[in-house]
């Protein structure tokens, strides 16, 4: 089985079970992404007999992907790759390399299998980058055998305007066995609402919903939130203006980002979009109180005033109204979270989820 994903980070966060348990049903696998080799410290020297590690480097910016000298030797080049594997089926994962492997097999019969981790049109998304993004998926679902969807959404396009073979799972799973022990004790402490937001510093992940946050004196209470993900912060930390009541910290994205939950009151992630949010099913698993938009793949896991608190996406006055409820009433936000874990456990442990996988890639 080849599996391809732009980079490696996608298969090393999310892939490497499912790999595992593929490498114990005798299933030889070949990676292809940027960074692959990376990879090859995760697995035993058993495992490693299974795997071909194939390092390639997808262009990812505008200008590369316009540039046809790069476009048309990308196809080639993983034309090449795809040919040297005449009997292996392909399982792919996010847009750019799901795009190009399709187009570099576009002329040629292949089981291709693409689990998508949510389309870039949705709900929330602009109209004309909507309809874009659309059309780009409807000419390659020639090219794909069978969809596999994370959320309700991308489920229904496939099943309404696709009419391709769709199995909706819920995400890839998560570790719940681990999750479940690591021991809490979530309660105010020096009357301040401790936040935490986790999300990849981009407009899409809603930072600027931090930002006017951060800078309202509609806050009645001492909020302290810090902001942990990957990129450039400092574009959002210069819009920050002093608040009494408001202090906000961005950082880095940690690995040990679970371990650093305990230490708050409850996790917000305001994204515009998600494909299946896994913080938020990892922090149903702990049994913290959680705060996310209506958009796709939060409101998949969350049931408003239920499990958990939903708002309108971009309604900054909406998600004041819910901290500041949350300072008076926070015991009613922990009840919360039992049915949270209830759900959680019943819907999204790695083994049930990954067995539902490999029944649908490898039959």
Known sequence: MIIVSTKELTIRKFLIYLIRSLIKLNIDIVIISKDSLKL???????????????????????????????????????????????????????????????????????????????????????????LFYFIIEYILKFKVYKYITINKYDYDVVNNY???????????????????????????????????VVGAYKKEKGYHQIISLANSYKINNKILIDCYGYGNYESFNNKIKF???????????????????INYNCILIPSKREGLSVIIMESMAIGIPIITTNARGCSDLIQNKINGSLYKYNSVNDLILILNDMMKNYDFYLNMTKKAKIHCNENYEIKKVTNRIIENIIN
């Open 40 to 130: 090859e410290k995760l697995f035993s020297l058993e495992e490693k007999k299974y795997i071909n590690l194939i390092d390639f480097n997808f262009p990812i910016t505008i200008s590369q992907i316009v540039n046809p000298f790069i476009f048309f030797k990308t196809l080639y080049k993983l034309r090449l790759i795809i040919d040297n594997f005449p009997k292996h089926s392909i399982y792919i994962h996010t847009p750019i390399a799901a795009h190009l492997i399709r187009l570099s097999c576009f002329f040629i019969k292949r089981k291709i299998i693409y689990h998508v981790h949510g389309f870039r049109f949705h709900k929330l998304g602009n109209k004309l980058s909507n």
């Open 243 to 261: 608040n009494r009541n408001v202090e906000i910290n961005f950082n880095n994205f940690a690995d040990n980002i679970l371990d650093k939950i």
């Open 162 to 196: 696709f009419k391709i073979k769709n199995t909706l799972i819920p995400g890839v799973g998560i570790n719940i066995d681990y999750l479940k022990n690591i021991k809490t004790n979530f309660k105010i402490k020096d009357n301040k609402l401790k936040v935490l």
